[in-house]
Structure formats: C-alpha cells, structure tokens
C-alpha cells in the first residue's frame, strides 16, 4: 500500500516530460485535408508543431503533450486516461481540454494563408524562453548579387567570393533540418537572381520545413514567376518595397490575392520620410496585412515610432525579426553598430552566407563555422 507521505509526494510532483525528439504524422489518403504534421519536443517538455510544413505553434508544455498524443495517433480514451492521471483532473475536464486542442489544430489546417508562426489563442511557450535544442529558424543568403539598378557594393561580396551549388544547399537544409531546424528563410542579395530558387524551395518543403522568401519583388511581376513560386511550396514572402520600385507595386496586387502570406518591408530614410504614413495606409488599402519596420539613421527614430503607432491603429501585423537584403537601403549593419543585437539572434536563429559559413545573424561578421565542413556541434553552442 502506499504511504500517506508518498501520496502526497506524487500529487504534488511535477509531472516527468515526455520523450525528446522529432516526431511524424502523415494524414491517410482517404482524410480529405491531406495533412501532415512534425512536433519537435524539447528535452524540458515544451515543443514546436509544424503544420504541414507552412505554420509553426510554439507550445507550453501541456499543449506539447496533447500534439505529442496527436502525432502518435493515440486513441481518445488513452488520452483523457493520461491526462487525469498525470494531472488530477477529471476525464470529463481532459476530453473538453483535449477536443479543443484537436479543433484549434484543425482550424489552422484547414484555413489558407495565415502567419507562418501563429498559436489561435494557444497558451505557448515563448520564442526566447528556457533551453533549446536547436534554432528555430535558419536564413539562408543563396547569393550577394543585386539587380543591375542597385549598387553592387552594398553588398558585401569583397568578403564571400563563392556560392554554394544547389546541391550543396541541399546539404545544408538536410542537415538543419536533421538538427531540429524547422524554418528556412531564402534571403541574399537578392534569392530570385539564382536559376534554382524553385529547386530549393521545393526541396525545403519535401523535407518538412516552413520556407520563407526575402525578395526586392521585381521578379514577381514577371509572366508565370510568382505561379511557378507558389507552386513550390513557398509559405510566406518578406517583400522589400523601395519607394521607385515600379515593378515591385505592379507586382503587389497579384501577390496579395495569391495564397500565400505576405509581408511588406519599408525602410523609412531621409527621403522618403515625408511620405511614410501615406504609404502605409495605401499598403492597409490594398491588403497588406503585415509590416516590417526598419530606418536607414537613428535620427528618424522618431518617425520609425510614429509609423508602428500607426501599423497599430490601421490593423497590421509588426514582423520584426526576419532578415532583409543587403541593398543600399539595408540598415543592419548601421543598427548593429548603435545597438544592441535583436532579441534571439545567434539563438533562436542563425544566418547561413553564400559560402556555407554561419553566423549568430546577418551583418555579425562572427563565423561560428561552416554547413558543409563542420559538424553541428560545432556550429551549434547554446549558452
């Protein structure tokens, strides 16, 4: 029999989590929604749900062990089972707490075009919280080639002379993807200038990794380019939007009724400073439905607040991690200089450049090594 003081120890101690690693499910045939899922589960309990290869949930570790039972298959019964048990609540408490994870998850399967990383009012667990086992993310600079009207030296081609082949990026995303790394994110220079820019995406998404593309957008508006893109697999787009880039504005009204979430960057500089706000509700005018901020000097600080006050009040989204090309209106390396580095860089991602080598992020010209020369541990050093 067990003792009154176990008894109390076993109610009142944490609940042991469950197996770390990377888990599978793939939707049978005859299931309409044809999906399929990934679930990454940390060795604290707190995991990331990939949905098919296009949305990523970070998870408490509650949530975690409900997509862990998802993945697997569990039957219902087993489920509420384990659950009262390892909590003390109710079965009737933890088939409610477990059917409302299930249709959180199949709303997000079945409605198109949402944010690459989204939770529907999930509890989850922060990205930049606790220990994790790998980034979440990895930026990869196929090239530092710019289109012919930007100036080639804003890019720092003096210092990387080479680009990987594609199947070399192949290698890199087989072997980011081995480490745990569910998000890829092309990037550059400028990612349409490489000939296998669809190759890759493809190969990102027959993988199972959320792909993600940083472009000018003049190539979009070019016949069949953004279609064959679609195609690929592609799950989300960062468009740098220049205040002369034509083609870009001719481009945007076809990307924003395509099926894919899209972004818009604008980087507020000395000259277009008067005409930032207009061009914000003209973008909320058309649909954009999420920003990204930067300025090219600290001076327009103040116009840089004023612009997210009203990204507020017109309803957008503020995206404010992912990489933007070197381009003559590319401030990292000016903000890295003057400030401290974004909240999870070298952490919760790195930045691959066209060579192979890794850094903590883009403009930290500190190599933590090489993708195709040095093994993961190597490279990956959580501290």
Partial sequence: MTSLLESIRQRFSPTKPFPPGTYHYQAPQEDPRNYRLHLRLEPDGKGLLIINAATILHLNTTASEFAYHLVNNTPEDQVTKSFASRYRVSRSQALTDYNEFVNKIDTIITTPDLDPITFLDLERQMPYDGEISAPYRLDCALTYNLPGQMDPNSAPTDRVTQELSAEEWKFVMDKAWEAGIPHIVFTGGEPTLRDDLFELISHAES????????????????????????????????????????????????????????AVHLTITEQNQDQVMETLKLLSKMGVKAISLSESSTKLNDV?????????????????????????????SLELQEREHPEGVGRA???????????????????????????????????
């Fill in 207 to 262: 993988v199972g990794q959320v792909a993600g593309l940083v472009t000018e957008g003049s190539a979009l508006g070019e016949s069949g380019y953004l279609e064959e893109l679609l195609n690929t697999g592609l799950d989300h787009l960062l468009i740098i939007l220049h205040p002369r880039g034509e083609k870009t504005w001719r481009a945007l009204p076809s990307v924003l009724e395509a099926d894919i979430f899209t």
């Fill in 304 to 332: 840089l607040e004023s612009a997210r006050e009203l990204v507020a009040t017109l309803d957008m989204e503020l995206v404010w991690d992912l990489p933007v090309p070197y381009s003559s209106l590319n401030p990292v």
């Fill in 349 to 383: 991602w790195l930045y691959v450049e066209p060579d192979g080598d890794v850094l903590p992020g883009q403009g930290i010209n500190q190599v933590l090594g090489n993708f195709l020369t040095d093994s993961w541990d190597v490279i990956w050093k959580p501290g």
